[in-house]
């Protein structure tokens, strides 16, 4: 077998035509955009080259057949509350059913992860953040959500025979949205009803600066500085509204305020795989009028759960019920769409995979994120509860 380094426009095609070419027999895979991929790795565009490196293989067997690939990554601001070591990262791995090959791709991201001063390696993780191409699909072998990762069913020994461990689990929900609400989201609902205080409302899309600042105003209460993440700016948050601007429903996009202060939110989009599954990859001027079009005439019936979350101060007094119900209210009145499911949520969130198991969900899918410690003598630790 031969390896070879990703370091021109050839090799970097043929990055993307090997995950194409192991997959592309399997009726649930949807290729992705070439262009998601090709971000990950342009240190024009990917603002994790700041504070990182990454180097990519391509595996060839000795008939000349190419029969895997593996990206490593060093990433300065990755860390986990709790790790006495430096962790470095692997993705964007595929393979043949074959272990020894397997082990080379391995054994070759190890030493180089090594060489950078890393005593432990995650995978399959993404270089840059975790809502994109994290974990190894281990349950529910069906249609992936956008930029999530799809691989086969034995890819799971490949990892574990080599000597991974789950760090943690990343669980997702699912729910068909013509399914009644419990009762107990209703009643708690209802004692915030009777508080003028409180007041839900849907994205307005000629108001989206306005509602950039409030997610960021939540976002920043709610999630910065949970496993070294940093706060956002104003205008990080509308860059980002902005991006989701030609694909965003905004009768899916929900606010919860409290004397007009903003406190919790739940962003959604229609499932952009249910798009893109029909465009090979490429997403062109062609391919872009296809979006439109099918998004104008509403053939996409799933839409996705991207963010759900409520400052601290008010986390516990029943708003998260408050706004689900206030969303349900619209969005199976007016029968918008047939099913929903949640981007995942890690094991290590109790509070969040709570509100999953209560919407009376069914986990439609599991990934897994694995650890591989270096000093095969060093105590394995899960990743910590949040």
């Known amino acids: 077998m031969e390896l070879i380094k990703v370091d021109n426009e050839q090799t970097a095609r043929l990055f993307i035509q090997i995950h194409v070419d192991l997959n592309k027999h399997n009726s649930q895979w949807i290729r992705p955009l070439d262009k998601d991929i090709n971000f990950v790795f342009d240190p024009q565009k990917n603002k994790t080259f700041r504070h990182g490196e990454c180097v990519r293989w391509l595996l060839k067997n000795k008939q000349g057949q190419w029969i895997g690939r593996i990206a490593a990554f060093v990433n300065n ?38 060489e950078r001063g890393m005593g432990a390696m995650d995978g399959p993780i993404n270089f840059g953040e975790r809502n994109n191409w994290w974990g190894l699909l281990t349950e529910g072998f069906h249609e992936p959500l956008y930029c999530m990762n799809y691989n086969p069913p034995y890819y799971k020994d490949l ?170 209210k619209l969005i199976q009145g007016q029968h918008l769409y047939e099913d929903y499911e949640m981007q995942w949520i890690g094991d290590f969130n109790p509070k969040m995979l709570n509100i999953g198991e209560n919407l009376g969900a069914y986990r439609s899918r599991q990934l897994t994120t694995y650890r591989y410690l270096f000093d095969r003598t060093k105590e394995f630790k899960r990743h910590p509860l949040v």
């Open 159 to 328: 990892f574990e025979t080599y000597g991974f461990r789950p760090f943690f689990y990343q669980i997702c929900f699912a729910i068909n949205v013509g399914v009644q609400l419990q009762e107990k989201f209703y009643a708690r609902h209802d004692a915030l009803d009777k508080d003028p205080a409180y007041k839900a409302q849907h994205l307005q899309k000629n108001k989206l600066e306005k509602y950039a600042e409030d997610f960021c105003t939540i976002y920043n209460k709610a999630w910065a500085g949970h496993d070294g993440g940093k706060e956002i700016t104003k205008a990080q948050a509308l860059q980002i509204f902005k991006q989701m601007k030609p694909v965003m429903d905004e009768k899916v996009v929900w606010f919860v305020y409290h004397n007009n202060e903003p406190i919790a939110c739940w962003l959604n989009l229609p499932e952009l795989n249910q798009f893109f599954k029909h465009m090979n990859g490429q997403f062109g001027l062609w391919q872009k009028l296809q979006l439109l079009w099918m998004k104008y005439t509403r053939q996409c019936r799933k839409f996705t759960g991207i963010v759900f979350g409520v400052v601290p101060e008010f986390q516990g007094k029943g708003v998260d019920a408050y706004m689900i119900v206030e969303g349900a």
């Open 77 to 114: 601001k990755y860390r986990t509350k709790g790790d006495e070591q430096l962790t470095g990262g692997i993705g964007f791995f595929d393979c043949v059913h074959d272990q020894a090959a397997a082990n080379l791709l391995f054994d070759t991201a190890k030493q180089w992860l090594q």
